[in-house]
């Protein structure tokens, strides 16, 4: 519920935040708009692997087919690079021509990481040739380190690769990233498969608001944390006079929309069956809104995230194909009634993903952290 406060503004427990998260995650109830318009409104999609954009289009679209994103993709409409977290995402043209340069100077940072690596290379020298490289011919990432090593023998052949990736806005040209008909990734630049310069960075106030209407109600350590950017309070300070405040139950400023909305925290949410690296649970510096306490660190083992499963808004435990099996397992146990709801989505995914295909669905209780 929504709590009244003397300072600070009201406060959001985790049931309200979780419902007007959902909402416009398009995850409340399956949205009528197109898979572009969807990639626009939800700044992209984490695509650290070929299928977790289609089923997370899948988990939020009425009637979602693959195709309908296969064919914006093979158009180059809607385009696979580099951008928040220095992470694939799944963009529109336009968003990957303006989003992009808004986080360059992340990327920038990021090379830092490898200086030892790049000891006497001109950077700009590199860029400029990994640009003609690129757009002589798409190329792979072994084939880009094997040219640039040629240039710079003495220096880290991988951190030649990053460097690359770092100054310049590559994408992965199709048919990597279709469904079904997916090759290695082979990169050129954003502007050439395009066929139009980028655009200059949008005004992070204007991303901001776009933010929040994706992923709001937030913090500005929520926004850093889905942007991979830091000192963007500035940003909210000039925004303030056009926003809500609000306070989450540890306290932490909240802004939103004044627009936006905040359904009544008994608003059904329906089970949902999201990919692995799903914006929903990487884009908040707490991510209690969507994951309890006491399942944190359960979608994840090392660095391999595991495809999760929504129950009452909530994570609820994890899924995985084997073979003709779509195998759910739970943190805790499903009630009867939650169980056939389970069921009813994973058919609904299922005809939705892999059309004309039998599946056996099986249910297991996972005990104790994976």
């Avoid at 860029?127 to 240039?151: C, F, G, H, N």
Wanted: proline share 9%; hydrophobic share 40%.
């Amino acid at each position: 519920m929504t709590k009244t406060t003397s300072a600070g503004g009201p406060v959001l427990s985790d049931r309200v935040l979780n419902r007007a998260t959902l909402d416009r995650q398009l995850l409340l109830r399956p949205a009528v708009v197109s898979v572009k318009a969807a990639v626009e409104h939800l700044l992209g999609l984490q695509a650290q692997n070929v299928k977790p954009p289609y089923y997370a289009l899948a988990a939020r679209l009425d009637g979602f087919v693959p195709e309908q994103l296969s064919a914006p993709m093979a158009d180059r409409e809607v385009v696979r690079i580099v951008t928040m977290r220095s992470t694939i995402h799944t963009h529109t043209a336009d968003d990957c021509l303006t989003l992009r340069p808004l986080v360059q100077p992340a990327r920038d940072r990021e090379l830092t990481n490898f200086r030892d690596g790049l000891a006497g290379v001109d950077l700009d020298r590199l860029a400029a040739l990994a640009r003609e490289l690129v757009e002589a011919e798409p190329r792979t990432m072994k084939q880009l380190r094997e040219a640039l090593s040629a240039e710079w023998p003495e220096a880290d052949p991988q951190s030649l690769a990053v460097a690359a990736r770092c100054r310049l806005p590559l994408v992965q040209v199709t048919p990597r990233g279709l469904w079904g008909r997916s090759g290695q990734v082979a990169l050129t630049t954003a502007e050439h498969w395009l066929g139009r310069p980028a655009a200059p960075a949008p005004a992070p106030d204007d991303v901001a608001l776009r933010y929040l209407a994706a992923f709001g109600p937030a913090s500005v350590k929520d926004m850093q944390t889905w942007a991979g950017l830091t000192r963007l309070r500035e940003v909210f300070e000039r925004l303030r006079p056009r926003l809500l405040t609000f306070r989450d139950e540890q306290g932490t400023e909240l802004f939103d929309l004044p627009d936006a909305p905040r359904p009544d925290p008994d608003t059904p949410a329906p089970p949902r069956f999201l990919p692995e690296f799903d914006n929903l649970l990487l884009s908040h510096a707490d991510r209690s809104r969507v994951v309890p306490p006491r399942h944190r660190g359960r979608s994840w083992q090392g660095n391999q995230a595991y495809r999760t499963l929504l129950v009452d808004g909530f994570l609820a435990g994890v899924w995985k194909l084997e073979g003709d099996v779509l195998v759910v397992e739970s943190f805790d146990r499903l009630a009867k009634g939650q169980r056939e709801d389970v069921t009813e989505e994973a058919e609904r995914m299922l005809r939705a993903m892999h059309p004309g295909t039998p599946y056996d669905i099986r249910f297991g209780t996972v005990v104790g952290p994976r």
